[in-house]
């Protein structure tokens, strides 16, 4: 599934509560270690792309651009899954993030 933010605000609407706590508790996992944004977002990014989620490596994709992490550094992080999840699934999400980069950097 593509990402679009026009889903989660969808669930929002109709789910509001769930959203609300689904938000306090990914606030609450944020804040639970000594790990920095940009560590915790790429790690965040690996496990998108070992699970084969589109829509969660373009969100995060586009979040770590909005943090200030380069489109090299992203690539430089999903390059990583090569030797982990394997090639496939590393091309496949280098292609998710490059929409979203070409879409935000141009």
Do not use: N
Not at 27 to 46: F, N, S, T, V, W
């Amino acid at each position: 599934m593509k990402y679009s933010p026009a889903y989660y605000a969808d669930f929002k609407e109709k789910y509001p509560e769930i959203a609300r706590d689904f938000s306090k508790l990914a606030q609450d996992c944020h804040q639970a270690g000594p790990l920095d944004d940009k560590c915790r977002r790429m790690i965040k990014l690996g496990i998108a792309i070992g699970i084969g989620s589109e829509g969660d490596v373009q969100s995060l994709v586009l979040q770590a651009l909005d943090e200030g992490i380069t489109p090299d550094e992203i690539r430089h992080a999903i390059l990583q899954a090569l030797t982990t999840a394997g090639f496939p699934r590393m091309i496949e999400a280098m292609v998710w993030a490059e929409e979203i980069i070409v879409k935000k950097c141009q």
